[in-house]
């Protein structure tokens, strides 16, 4: 099954309020990054998170990751109906076969109305 | 202009046909991948490439094949064996195969 799982699968907010999307993963990884994609377009990195970071900030974005719960965050202050679009987290994972892979999870649709 | 590209943007097969997809990238990127994503789902792995002359399956290679002859391209071939070839097919590049990936527009494959 796949590694990263977001949650919700679906947000719908006013623009100006703050946007949160989780996501979960399975097994160790070296890092976690998360992506944007408009309708029927490629993705769009956003940013990059190692495993010995906790919070890491790029503009309206901040992202947290907590390694013992397998899980991180994304929060979008201030959203813009420009915001609107499906967010991905996508892990790394560590393998001592160094078999990695990246996983991307089924997504957030997220929805800024104006 | 550095960037990664696919072609075509849309692409009609008849059933029993292979159709080969294009991507390239001048990046100068070691890491390649070939993912699917089908209707309001994510994105599935099929496969990636390491380095030139390299590249291994990802979790849905089959009816799928790939070569890396050259850094810049990194080709996939639908082949008849794909029971359900129909979704949007992405490409994407990395400086190493940990970093940050950089996805073209993607083709959309349609079976007729």
């Known amino acids: 099954s796949q590694q990263g799982e977001e949650d919700p699968q679906a947000l719908s907010i006013q623009e100006g309020e703050n946007a949160t999307m989780n996501c979960s993963y399975k097994t160790s990884i070296n890092n976690l990054q998360w992506y944007r994609q408009n309708s029927g377009r490629g993705l769009v990195h956003l940013i990059l998170?190692?495993?010995?970071?906790r919070e890491k900030h790029s503009g309206r974005l901040r992202v947290t990751l907590d390694t013992s719960k397998k899980s991180s965050s994304l929060l979008i202050t201030a959203s813009r109906a420009a915001d609107t679009a499906s967010y991905f987290c996508a892990t790394v994972s560590v393998s001592r076969y160094n078999f990695n892979k990246f996983y991307f999870g089924s997504g957030t649709k997220l929805n800024v109305k104006p | 202009d550095g960037g990664i590209t696919q072609s075509p943007k849309y692409l009609f097969r008849k059933e029993g046909q292979n159709v080969t997809l294009s991507c390239e990238q001048n990046?100068?990127?070691?890491?390649m991948y070939w993912y699917r994503q089908d209707p309001g789902q994510g994105l599935r792995l099929i496969y990636y490439s390491q380095i030139v002359n390299d590249f291994q399956k990802g979790d849905i290679a089959e009816g799928y094949s790939v070569s890396r002859e050259k850094k810049e391209s990194f080709p996939l071939t639908v082949t008849s064996a794909q029971k359900n070839p129909t979704a949007f097919y992405l490409c994407?590049?990395?400086?190493?195969?940990?970093?940050?990936?950089?996805f073209g527009p993607g083709t959309r494959l349609t079976v007729l």
């Open positions: 994407a590049s990395s400086m190493t195969l940990y970093n940050e990936q950089f």
């Open positions: 990046l100068n990127h070691d890491a």
């Open positions: 998170i190692r495993s010995n970071e």
